[in-house]
Structure formats: C-alpha cells, structure tokens
C-alpha cells in the first residue's frame, strides 16, 4: 500500500468514527423529543457502520492468508470483546453498589443481570451496558469467514470478485427473506455484504473511481445516493409515510445502493482530503475511541447531564456536544496515561488498546 492509500483510509475511519460518536451522543429521550435529533440520529445510522465493514473489506484482501490468521485475530477482535465485556460488568456491578448511581441505572432500565446471562447476550450482539461491542464479535465472524472463502475455495486472485457473487447473493437473501430470531445471523448476512464490496473495491474499484473520478455522471450518482438516504431517513422517523410494498422497496434500494453510494462518497471525500493530520490522527486510533467511548462517555455522563440539566433543545445540543468532546478526548487520555504507567503490554493484550503517534 501506499502512503496516500493509507491516509485516505485513516481518513474514512477518522470520518466514521466522528458519525459513531454523534450517533451515540444523544439518549433516546432526545431522540423522541426533537425531529431534528431524530433525523440526524437515523441519518447516521443508515450508513456509519456499513462504512466501517466496507473499510475493514478494504484493507482484509491479500489472497492465500497464512494459517496464522485465526490466531492474529483472534487477539485483535476476539479477546477484547471478552475482556472489556468483562471488565464494564465488574464496573456497573460496584457502580451499582452506589445509592446515586443505582438510582441512575434504575431510571434507565439498566439492572445487573447474572454474568452467565450478560455473556450470552453479548455473544448474541445485545450487551446490555456496552451494545457497541456487536460490531468488533460480527467484524471477527465476517473476517474467519472470508478468510476460510479464499483459503478454500479460490485459487487465484483473480477469481475473488466473481466467486464473491455467491457469498453476496446468500447475504441478500438472508437479509431481506429469512425471517430469523437471530440478531446475530442477521447482523453479518448485512455486513458481510459491504465488506465483500470492501473486497472487491480493493481490487478493482479504486483503479475505476480514480478513471471516472471527474465524471458528472459520478457527482449524480453520490447525489443520488443522498437523496436516497434522505428520503429513507425521512421514512423512518415517519415524517412521510408508504404502505408496505414501498417500505419493502425503499429499504431494499437504500442497502444495496444508497448505503454503497454514501460509503463511496466518503471514500472519494477522503481521497481529495488526503492530508488532513486530524482525521488521519483520528483513524489510526480509530479501534481506541470506538472501544473505550461507550459506556462512559456517551451513555452514562449523557444520562447524568440528562438528569440535571433543563429538558429543552438547546441544553440537548449541549449534552451532545459535551458527549462527543469526552467521547474522542478521554479514550485518547486514558491510552496516554496507560503508556505513562508502562502497562501499555496489558492493554494491548488484553483490549487491543495502544498508542497511536500524531501524524508528523
């Protein structure tokens, strides 16, 4: 790779994880009480995460990986989610100890549940006190699939994007016609699509954008592709309404090409910013933020400012701004302070948390 390919990547991560965070600011009475939160709010979620698995797609192709690829991954994905699963339970069962913090909890549905059943759920992407750990459990899944696709069943390099239209196909299928109790089965079969589109673009498709790059043709289709997202964002905060059929439609067309063409936008967005030091600085820390931000600094100081601040938009706007500062500042603090404390070797181990220099 080269210099350039990996600044406009670290630029996409760092664009993605600033729409992660604003998506989390908000709690969900200030989603239900303001359209404006609410919009914004379902905007970002249309697209945000789809963005990361089509990046992670990006960067996962290099034909024939070595055996060791399970084990690599597994310290990267797998232990992390286990152990910060493990360790937000041991902080919200003292925390619950804690008369002010109990009450807080209790406010917000947010009991301790036997650890037997925490685990569970977690591995079922519903962790009730740190949700956002689904992403790192169904990005692990998708890469030992992927990897198991090409060790096995390709033999050149060449063949990957044809023989990708199979697994494309299955994930469609899954994700509009199986009716499953499964969060989990339906979280990749969604996923997998981007980021086998991830894959095929790390082939081909950066070749043709650079090629058409110019072509109004190409500002159309991102145009359309906000329009979409929109309009489907519009639907789902019931701002205008369809019958079933339409719904149906309308959903179809955003996950197959309104969803692409905003990932696409983005990645052209951060081929022409290039050299931006904060959004590069972003994503190379990028797995940091994401991990470390919820549930402290989003959920919970977002519930406590909720609690003692007036319930009016501009005190929202406030507590979402207030969210996000903590949410990028104190991940970056705390792996500072853990290579000050020389225990940065535990971090990592244990949650794949280290320091990332400033781009010079």
């Given at each position: ?324 500062i903590c949410s990028i500042v104190l991940p970056l603090i705390f792996v500072k302070l853990v290579n000050k404390l020389k225990i940065e070797k535990i971090t990592e181990i244990l949650y794949n948390v280290k320091l990332v220099n400033k781009v010079k």
């Amino acid at each position: 790779m080269t210099k350039t390919r990996i600044n406009w990547i670290d630029i996409a991560k760092g664009i993605g994880i600033l729409l992660v965070i604003l998506g989390h600011s908000p709690r969900d009475i200030m989603v239900d009480s303001y359209p404006a939160i609410r919009f914004m709010f379902s905007f970002i979620y249309s697209f945000h995460m789809p963005l990361f698995f089509f990046l992670a797609g990006v960067t996962f192709h290099s034909f024939k990986k070595s055996d060791g690829f399970i084990i690599k991954k597994t310290k990267q994905l797998f232990i992390p989610l286990i152990c910060y699963s493990l360790t937000i339970y041991a902080i919200f069962y003292i925390a619950d100890l804690i008369p002010f913090l109990h009450s807080l909890f209790e406010n917000a549905s947010m009991g301790i549940v036997p650890i037997k059943e925490y685990m569970l759920e977690t591995l079922n992407i519903n962790n009730p006190y740190a949700f956002h750990t689904w992403y790192i459990w169904v990005l692990f899944i998708i890469e030992i699939i992927m990897f198991i696709y090409e060790k096995y069943v390709l033999r050149k390099e060449s063949e990957s994007i044809v023989c990708l239209i199979p697994i494309i196909l299955v994930t469609i299928i899954i994700h509009f016609f199986v009716k499953s109790d499964s969060a989990l089965l339906n979280y990749v079969a969604k996923n997998l699509f981007y980021f086998s589109l991830g894959v095929i673009y790390s082939i081909k498709g950066g070749a043709l954008q650079e090629k058409y790059n110019n072509k109004v043709s190409v500002k159309l289709l991102f145009s359309i592709g906000l329009i979409m997202t929109i309009v489907q964002t519009l639907s789902v905060i019931n701002v205008i309404t369809f019958n079933e059929q339409v719904t149906f439609i309308l959903n179809a067309l955003q996950f197959l090409i309104g969803n692409t063409l905003m990932i696409l936008l983005i990645v052209n967005l951060s081929k022409k910013t290039a050299d931006n030091k904060f959004l590069i600085y972003l994503g190379k820390n990028s797995f940091n933020i994401y991990l470390l931000h919820q549930p402290f600094c989003c959920a919970v100081i977002g519930m406590v400012l909720v609690k003692i601040l007036p319930a009016n938009l501009l005190c929202y706007i406030l507590i979402m701004i207030v969210c996000s500062i903590c949410s990028i500042v104190l991940p970056l603090i705390f792996v500072k302070l853990v290579n000050k404390l020389k225990i940065e070797k535990i971090t990592e181990i244990l949650y794949n948390v280290k320091l990332v220099n400033k781009v010079k």
